[in-house]
């Protein structure tokens, strides 16, 4: 499926109306249009959660939850080649858009359950847990949140000032969780999933409603997908309003939950190995989140550690945007060399929740240096050279007539199988880009040094 023709649009008011693009089949001719979707389910009211049930969760959470701003990227849309708006969910007030599905949770199980709620608790890590801590406190519910032994202490600590208990137990979420369903029937509590229950799902699908009325002629929205809870509300509502336009899911390699669980056709465990976007490493995704989004998604893509870190370092460096890896991870398969590459989105309008910002800045400078890696800006070398006087610095020299900026330096004697004469020296230096490395590359081998790099260019 590819996307091709355009449509006249217009400006309304302050909304976006650019020109809005039809999706067609690479198979079909000119005078054939097909839908993005091909097989339509049986019966979509009796799925967990219903356009209604998110235009109810729209009123409910109104002035308790920022509406955030969908704007078009300049510097990211002249990289694409498309339009691309972002919609900027991490400038909610705990820094996600978890916080709408946590209030519309909570004031949902207080109309239900009254006077006779005793509080409600939740096992989580970051986002859900910082999102119902907030929500809890301004709506007056008692909130516990059973945390793993890993979750960062900032967030741990944000938890306890919004005024939540805050219980560590396990050495992972899944440990947690188990720990938090043993005090539901402990404390007679009421357990909030973060990903899965429906009234989590209908608040992430406010999302969708905004993001149609900024952007109402968009022809894709790219979904970072964990749990998910956030595509199976935004693909509900986008495809409820504008069923031609096209959701694609994108979710790290390290952590494919949603992609097993299609190959699967039902939620599966999937290989699970640590990712910069850990607010997405969900290991089985919510059975009532897959049967929406199932329902609804195009198709679901994988992004890399790189490429996330990529994301991370052209939000900061272009955008001025500081979001964490798993709020990244749409424009990580977006940008050129993704996993959306394929597709033809010249010309496209597409919209790009960016749907958190919680990153430690011990893990922000990791990943941003990850990011000038992937972006030729950041590379190693060994080059060997003289052990006599003058033979680091004549190398030293260079790189700096070149432009090379030196991070790092580091000499190997011992472990050697050239002669005892020779130091290998493993170099860190930042450049310009490829082309500079190119560069580089010819004056090293054209002063005669021998150098293996470990960047390609």
């Not at 959660?49 to 849309?77: L, M, N, P, Q, Y």
């Not at 708006?85 to 909570?106: D, L, P, V, Y």
């Not at 999937?270 to 049967?291: I, M, N, S, W, Y």
């Not at 893990?363 to 060994?382: I, S, T």
Request: aromatic letters at 6%; glycine letters at 10%; a neutral charge.
């Amino acid at each position: 499926m590819i996307l091709s023709r355009w449509n006249k649009g217009f400006a309304i008011g302050k909304r976006y109306a650019l020109p809005s693009v039809r999706f067609f089949s690479d198979s079909s001719d000119d005078d054939t249009e097909t839908t993005a979707k091909t097989e339509t389910p049986r019966d979509l009211n009796n799925l967990p959660i219903t356009f209604a049930d998110i235009s109810r969760a729209d009123v409910a959470i109104r002035g308790g939850v920022k509406r955030t701003v969908c704007e078009r990227s300049h510097f990211i849309s002249e990289l694409v080649g498309a339009n691309v708006f972002f919609k900027q969910e991490f400038r909610q007030f705990t820094g996600s858009f978890k916080e709408r599905g946590a209030r519309n949770a909570i004031l949902q199980v207080k109309r239900e359950k009254g006077n006779a709620l005793r509080g409600v608790i939740a096992a989580s890590a970051g986002n859900h847990a910082l999102a119902l801590a907030y929500h809890g406190k301004e709506l007056g519910v008692p909130v516990t949140v059973v945390m793993p032994s890993v979750a960062p202490m900032a967030k741990v600590d944000k938890c306890r000032k919004f005024g939540a208990r805050i219980i560590i137990e396990g050495q992972h979420i899944g440990q947690a969780k188990e720990y938090a369903e043993m005090l539901v029937e402990k404390e007679d509590l009421h357990y909030i999933n973060g990903y899965d229950d429906p009234p989590i799902l209908a608040g992430a699908g406010t999302i969708g409603m905004e993001i149609m009325n900024d952007v109402p002629c968009v022809d894709v929205v790219v979904v970072p997908v964990g749990g998910a809870g956030l595509i199976a509300g935004i693909s509900c509502a986008i495809k409820t309003l504008k069923p031609c336009v096209k959701v694609i899911g994108v979710e790290p390699e390290f952590c494919a939950s949603y992609t097993a669980a299609l190959k699967a056709g039902r939620p599966v465990p999937a290989p699970f190995t640590p990712t910069l976007a850990d607010g997405l490493a969900v290991p089985v995704v919510g059975p009532h989140a897959f049967e929406v989004a199932s329902a609804y998604v195009d198709e679901c893509v994988l992004t890399n550690e790189m490429e996330i870190s990529l994301a991370v370092l052209r939000l900061i460096e272009q955008e001025k945007m500081v979001v964490e890896g798993g709020g990244a991870a749409g424009l990580a398969a977006l940008l050129p060399g993704g996993a959306l590459d394929r597709y033809d989105m010249k010309g496209k309008n597409i919209v790009v929740p960016l749907c958190g910002g919680n990153i430690d800045t011990t893990v922000l400078g990791r990943v941003l240096e990850r990011g000038l890696a992937a972006d030729k800006r950041l590379v190693n070398f060994y080059a060997t050279v003289s052990d006599r006087p003058g033979g680091i610095s004549g190398l030293t020299t260079l790189l700096s007539n070149e432009g090379a900026s030196i991070k790092d330096i580091y000499h190997e004697r011992a472990w050697l199988h050239s002669n005892v004469d020779q130091v290998q020296v493993k170099c860190v230096v930042e450049l310009q880009g490829v082309e500079h490395g190119k560069r580089l590359q010819n004056a090293l081998i054209s002063a005669g040094y021998p150098v293996v790099w470990n960047t390609e260019f």
